[in-house]
């Protein structure tokens, strides 16, 4: 990925994309202290936007300020870098990724006198999973590995140091043959995919993991609001049991990246009783409609998510 053309942000300047380098002793690379956000720019009838960079942005912000990271930029400054990121790169759908790091000034865990840095890369993507997948559904593993627990580290910051957990749990799922993984919480209850949210559906009403283990996603609260106003659905957050999901109607996750996609099977126990998913079903094309910006009617009254 980084031996192509285009443009980086970092700091307030734009670096050719072949020299956007870093020293080796980068704080952040030793001890994984840092912080980002995945974001997704779509082209639509009204052009190329940004879904939800505001919420993205103040989580960023958030996690930043939870792990006690200053930062020299504020929220316009670091919405106008994303907006010129797709300029400069002539993107339409991407995925960008700001991310707040510590310098290379010393090595303690102390972390004094460090510089603070925020960069951001963007690039082109359509697909996260192969659109097979997303109209299939995936076929899921519950991890052996517990998600965070609140009092191990700040579940609802979204730090890089957190992954390493994500994917021991993704990629031992893998190797074992399946799509995706099931983390609980240090308790056992559900907690999320590796980089998704998840729900499940029973007679109609939309249940999610209460914000604790998981993250607090963007995706997850944009679902959660066109499942009451657009589907009229009652949605509980809740404590969530695996054998919930084994007897769910329809199960799914979603995330920026992911987008929503459906879970088909959870350790070899097959989800719901046809393949129909109609909750699921219309939730995605609601949501696939919504940004891109298709429809006037969404735009009056989701325009606020959407940033060009
Ligand atoms: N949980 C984890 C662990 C994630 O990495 C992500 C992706 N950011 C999500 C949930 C979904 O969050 P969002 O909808 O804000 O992308």
Redesign the pocket.
Known sequence: ISDRDGWFWLDGVWLAWRDARMHLLTHTLHYGMGCF??VRAYEGPNGVHLFRAD??VR?LLDSAHALDIPLDFDAPALLDAQREALRRNALGDAYLKPTVFLGAEGMGLRAEGLSTHVMIPAWHLAHYISPSAAEQGLRVLTSSWS?HHVNISLCRA?TNG??VN?MLALNTAIKAGFDETLMLDPEGYVA??????VFLVRDGVLHTPEVTS?????????VIALARERLGMTVRERRITRDELYTADEAFF?????EILPIRELDGRRIGRTDQRPVTRELQALYRRLVRGDLASDLAAYGDWLQA
Do not use: F, M, P, V
């Not at 999320?192 to 949210?197: C, D, I, L, Q, T």
């Not at 998981?214 to 944009?222: A, E, N, P």
């Open positions: 956000e995945g919420a993205h989580r998600r979204k957190h992954y994500s999320e995919g590796s980089a998704e949210n998981c993250l607090q996603g963007i995706t997850r609260d944009s979603t995330g920026t990246a992911a």
